[in-house]
């Protein structure tokens, strides 16, 4: 009578032992571990295939090694983008707005602003000149000066009598040096003209170039009240009148009129 192999129906291992596999079922080893042979059969069953991939990379290398890194400042992966404010229309608008209405000014808007700014500065000059005197020539008085020359006795002094309250006195000054003594008092004429009457007993060579002009020649003679006065020329638009004496000489020389010219040397007693 033959033995015939025979597979218990059921493969429950009894308490404590270990599972029994079937002849011929192939035992796939843990991750990592050489397959285990059959023990019916002695055949090792086959590994798992290695992963599809590029030619020269070994099997089992992770795909996704070989991909591209994000490039530098790219937001991660299912971050949310940053939100952007809106410009409305109207606020680009606005700009160009603000420059079409300052280019839209018209001349009477710039006239009426030149005007409130003028206005404070003519309210400031009426109260100068009405109120605090503004643009008045500063007036001098003659006399201690006057008195100084006579006291030196160094010549003859004159003094200008009977000129208008419109002739105003702006320097008086007596002077002595190695060459004389000068004295020199200037005034502002009524026609708003600078003129000056300088006495003077230095020599007349050295004096009229210094007061006149080396190139100052006379012009002819004009008598006042008696006296022989020379018409000389002088700087610029000034004219002299030159009255010659021993002891001093006396010079009218400034930008005024002839008239007024005349009017104060013939002044002078």
Do not use: C, H
């Amino acid at each position: 009578m033959e033995t015939a192999d025979r597979v218990p129906a059921d493969s429950t291992p009894p308490d404590g032992q270990p599972p029994l596999t079937p002849p011929g079922t192939p035992t796939t080893p843990p991750q990592g571990q050489p397959p285990v042979p059959d023990r019916a059969t002695g055949d090792t069953p086959p590994g798992p295939e290695p992963a599809a991939g590029r030619t020269g990379e070994p099997a089992g290398s992770d795909s996704a090694s070989a991909e591209p890194a994000e490039p530098a400042g790219a937001a991660p992966a299912g971050a949310e983008p940053a939100l952007v404010d809106p410009v409305t229309p109207q606020q680009a608008a606005a700009p160009a707005a603000g420059r079409a209405a300052r280019s839209e000014r018209s001349p009477k808007d710039m006239a009426i602003s030149l005007l409130v700014l003028l206005v404070p500065i003519a309210l400031l000059l009426a109260f100068y000149r009405g109120f605090l005197g503004g643009e008045q020539p500063t007036t001098v008085d003659p006399a201690p000066a006057i008195e100084q020359a006579r006291a030196a006795n160094a010549f003859p002094v004159g003094e200008p009598t009977g000129l208008g309250s419109d002739w105003r006195t702006t320097t008086a000054r007596f002077q002595q040096t190695e060459q004389g003594a000068s004295l020199r008092l200037g005034y502002l004429t009524p026609e708003g003209r600078g003129v000056q009457l300088v006495q003077s007993n230095v020599p007349v060579e050295r004096l009229l170039p210094q007061e006149l002009t080396e190139r100052s020649q006379p012009q002819g003679a004009l008598d006042l009240d008696g006296q022989s006065w020379q018409r000389y020329t002088a700087r610029g638009n000034e004219r002299a009148l030159v009255l010659l004496e021993p002891a001093r000489t006396v010079i009218v020389v400034g930008e005024a009129s002839e008239s007024e010219l005349r009017e104060l040397a013939d002044s002078v007693r």
